[in-house]
């Protein structure tokens, strides 16, 4: 589904990812881990074309998204985003946030549109609130708001920033429930995360990125329970 090659960026003279190579498959999820600073933000916002590239290719089912020619609008169409802080629309509805792309940007017709996303909040728990505005919603409800609007267009993969570190301790499971429901729905993923709980659990593909190259990468077994390379265990040695 996703495929990068050779990815660089840099920040002034700071090279800050090099020579990333990465494959997601159909139905993957991918953990990026690493310490504060290592570029797994950084690779998002390349993916969802927030970021040019210095150099590289990615693909996204097939197509060369790193063309400088190609339409931006068209390929974010094509990806979900959520990130680490709350950003559903404040000014509108759960509803209405979830329904905005879908009838905008593809032009599918409201009432359509309203049932895909009533049928959404319904499996998530939250249909009570569609009408309600984000402020009136815990921490977790707003991200799963946010979970459920980034699929309500059937992105062909999900990008998730962080997004259970914004979170009061006890908010952060529901999120992370919805998570593993969408990995079992199929839903391809690539998550930068720091509950490796988490990763080693959900994930089929983890990262190590350190200071801004893939340091090793492999299964959650391989990397969590025999990491080869002396950073990666370093890294995961303050996690238990
Ligand atoms: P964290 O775990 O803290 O979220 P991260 O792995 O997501 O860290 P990035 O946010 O990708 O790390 O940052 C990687 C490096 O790029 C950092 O050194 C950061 O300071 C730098 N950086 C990120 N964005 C910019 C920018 N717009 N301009 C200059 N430097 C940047
Ligand atoms: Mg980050």
Do not use: Y
Request: charge should be negative; aromatic fraction near 4%.
């Amino acid at each position: 589904v996703l495929a990068l090659s050779g990815v660089r960026k840099e920040f002034g003279d700071h090279v800050v990812l090099d020579s990333i190579d990465l494959t997601v498959n159909q139905g993957d999820v991918v953990a990026l881990i690493g310490a504060s600073g290592s570029g797994k933000s950084t690779l998002l916002r390349c993916i969802n074309l927030l970021e040019q590239l210095d150099d590289g290719q990615m693909w996204l089912s097939g197509d060369d998204i790193s063309d400088p020619r190609v339409n931006v609008d068209t390929v974010r169409a094509r990806i979900g985003v959520v990130f680490q802080q709350f950003n559903l629309f404040p000014h509108l509805s759960v509803l209405r946030n979830i329904t905005l792309a879908d009838t905008e940007v593809f032009g599918t017709p409201k009432a359509k549109a309203e049932a895909t996303a009533m049928r959404l909040l319904e499996r998530v728990g939250l249909a009570d609130k569609a009408k309600a505005f984000p402020d009136r919603l815990s921490g977790g409800q707003q991200q799963r708001v946010a979970l459920v609007r980034a699929i309500a267009t059937n992105p062909e993969v999900l990008l998730l920033d962080e997004i259970t570190s914004a979170l009061d301790p006890e908010l952060v499971g529901e999120v992370l429930d919805l998570v593993r429901t969408l990995k079992e729905d199929g839903t391809t993923i690539v998550m930068a995360t720091h509950e490796m709980d988490f990763a080693k659990d959900v994930s089929d593909q983890v990262v190590f990125l350190d200071q801004g190259v893939i340091c090793e990468q492999g299964s959650p077994q391989q990397i969590f329970e025999s990491p080869t390379k002396d950073r990666t265990k370093e890294f995961l040695h303050r996690f238990n």
